[in-house]
Structure formats: C-alpha cells, structure tokens
C-alpha cells in the first residue's frame, strides 16, 4: 500500500516541545528537572473557572455551541474590551476559537490565498511561520538586527521590495518579551492602512506587561484581526479556548471555515471562560510572581553570561544572547537539560537565520524553581 506525503507535513519541528518531551522523559525516571522551557503558566486555572466547570459538568450534557460561540462568552468578551481599554467591541465581531492556534488558522484562511506574502518578524514565535508555511502562504521575516519589536520602517521596506499582503505582530512578544509602544503602534497600523497591507495582532500575552497598559491594536483601526487566548495571564493552556476580534467584513468567512474546521470551540471551556474575567484578584497575585521572577533574571542572567537580548518588558520570557558560550544552541540546550537538569529553548525556534545564538527561557515557574534554575547553570558552566 501507498502512503502519500503531502509538503505541508514538512515544517521545522517546534523545538520548544520536543525539549518539554525529554525533560518530562528525565521527570519520568527521577531526575529533579526545571523546566524553562515551554511557555506556560505553572498555576492552575482560576477557582471561579474551575467551579463553573464542575457545575458545567454536574448538571450533564456538554455539545456543540454556535460555531462563533455561546453568547455568555462573546458578551462577557465584549465587555472585557470596555472595562480594560476603554472601547466598545461589539459581541457580533467576536469569534471564540479553540485555543490561539485555531484563531491563527481561521485567520491565515479567511484572510489569504496560497502564495500570498505575509510578513512576520524574527525572532517571532514558531507555529506563525509553520501554520502559514503548511497553508501554501509565502512567509516574509523581517530580522529586526537588535531592534526591540517591528516598526513601521520594518514593514514599508519589506513591502517596497515586493509587495505584502498582511502583517503579523505580537505585542509583548514570544520570544522576547519586547511591547511595542504605543506611538509605535499606532504608525505600524497605519503604515499597513496606507500600504494596503491586512493586518493580524497577536494580544495573548496582555495583561502581562510589567511597564505599562495594555494597548489594543483596535484603537487605531476597526480593520485590523487581534487574536487573543485565554492560556497565558489566565492559565488555561489545556482547556484550548481563545477568541478573535473581526473586521465586520470577515465573521462570516471565519464562521463559515470555524463551521467545518472545528464546528465550535469546546462549550464546557466556554462555560469555564466566562468567569476569568472574575478572577482579577488571583491572577494578580501569579502575575506579581512572575514580576518578581523577572526582576531576579534581569539581575542574574548577565552575571552567568546569559546576555539580555531584548527589553522583559511583557509576558515571562528572557530572550538572551548565549553566543559568548556556544555558536549552537541546540546543542547547548540538550547539554543543558541533560547536565544542568534545567530546559530551556533553543533560539533556532524563533529565529531559522540567527538563532543559534539565542536560547529564550520562561520564567512562569515558582520563583523558588527560579534561584534554583539559575544556580545549577552557573555552578554547570564553571
């Protein structure tokens, strides 16, 4: 029998994964390992989260909702916009997704053909690349060369030297943690307006930026796509929910795709998500954990030799340079893990060209599980 292949299985792996794989086979055997490695919060969901599921599940049947979600999470989203930024999102522009990932896929579908350009930057997280790349679109990086986030100029000279058709950005960031300002913003929007380029934002880590608000790329345009989740701030990675802010011109093509692609994301997380926004108390609390697991790294990971390669300015990464101790991160990470007992991810994740230089660590751990981490690498590199 034949087996067909088809070229969209053939992406870069995401390594950051296939190291949680090993450093969970080392748990496995009894090893005492730290992983930095997966972008994460170590925190359960929240209480009232958790309790709407137990009743959810209690009272018995969870099935399909409406492919654009149930109307209790797209209002209790809707308000979520005027309570934190101040505008008024309607719940008919809102998509509930399962988890970011399906938002991305309903976006990159809904908004491009196969060969269209779309630009993201590097280093930027991996699956925007492999999702896009496995979907036929033809993927622009724009390297920023030390420069803390995409910009304008970015953009205008990757369009002047061919033609883009969107535009892809997170703020704050993965890998770096970098937010773009917002005065930046505002003109990285517009130039996309003025250059007729469509324009995706990538929000999932907001409410976790240390140096100021949160700005929404909705203030500056009702055209622009923001994806967010609630995996990061509100430590629900495994309940797979997420949610879509559209264009009005684009919720029915992402209902129509949502519709044979996913049917509708998973009611009884839906059920569950509805009383996050609640939960301001609790998640404060594990986001000044994760600020004070910042300021420890900011302070001790030059001192090892691990370079700041980016301002910390959001979510719980540190992006650091590692190329006074190694020209090949994979390798250096696998030594790490296997030595050190402490996985980290290699920079050939978020950045295919210069990644070899890099290693990007989380700091969503105890901050105990953080002084420890920190110590067994510098007594491993002496």
């Known amino acids: 029998m034949v087996v067909s292949l088809s070229r969209r299985g053939d992406v870069e792996p995401f390594h950051a ?19 930095m490695a997966v972008g994460q919060p170590s925190d359960p969901a929240p209480t009232l989260v958790r309790e709407a599921a137990a009743r959810a599940l209690q009272d018995g049947r969870i099935g399909y909702t409406d492919a654009l979600g149930t109307a209790t999470l797209r209002k209790a989203i809707a308000a979520h916009y005027g309570e934190h930024y101040g505008i008024d999102v309607p719940p008919a522009r809102i998509a509930v997704t399962t988890g970011s990932s399906a938002a991305f896929n ?9 060969g269209d350009r779309v630009a993201i ?27 803390a986030y995409l910009n304008a100029a970015h ?64 203030v500056h345009s009702n055209d622009v796509t923001v994806i967010n989740s609630f995996s990061k701030y509100y430590c629900m990675t495994g309940w797979r929910i997420g949610w879509m802010v559209l264009p009005e011109k684009l919720v ?3 209902e ?35 600020a004070w697991n910042r300021e420890l790294l900011m302070r001790r990971l030059p001192e090892i030799g691990f370079a700041l390669a980016a301002p910390m300015d959001g979510a719980f990464y540190a992006f650091c340079d590692v190329s006074r101790l190694t020209n ?10 296997a030595e050190a007992h402490v996985a ?35 007594r491993w590199l002496k």
């Open 155 to 218: 953009l205008e000279s990757a369009h002047r030297e061919k033609p883009l058709k969107g535009v892809l950005f997170a703020s704050p960031a993965n890998p770096t943690g970098a937010v773009v300002p917002p005065e930046e913003l505002a003109a990285l929007v517009a130039m996309a307006e003025n250059l007729g380029i469509s324009v995706i934002s990538d929000e999932i880590y907001h409410r976790l930026a240390y140096s100021g608000p949160d700005t929404t790329a909705l």
């Open 328 to 337: 090949d991160s994979m390798e250096f990470a696998r030594r790490m893990l």
């Open 17 to 35: 994964m296939d190291v949680l794989a090993e450093a969970n086979r080392l748990k496995a055997l009894g090893v005492p390992v730290i992983s």
């Open 121 to 147: 930057a590097a280093p930027g997280y991996p699956a925007y690349r492999n999702i896009m790349k496995a979907l036929g679109l033809d993927v622009v990086e724009i390297e920023l060369e030390g420069a």
């Open 106 to 114: 309903l976006a990159f579908l809904a908004m491009f053909d196969p």
């Open 256 to 290: 129509r795709i949502q519709q044979s692609l996913y049917i509708s994301a998973p009611e009884l997380s839906q059920i569950a998500a509805s009383e996050a926004f609640k939960a301001t108390i609790e998640l404060e609390a594990v986001k000044a954990r994760y």
């Open 344 to 378: 980290a991810t290699p920079g050939r994740d978020f950045d295919t060209l210069a990644g070899h230089r890099f290693m990007r660590l989380s700091y969503a751990g105890s901050h105990d599980d953080m002084v420890e981490a920190v110590a067994r690498i510098e």
């Open 252 to 254: 029915r093509p992402v």
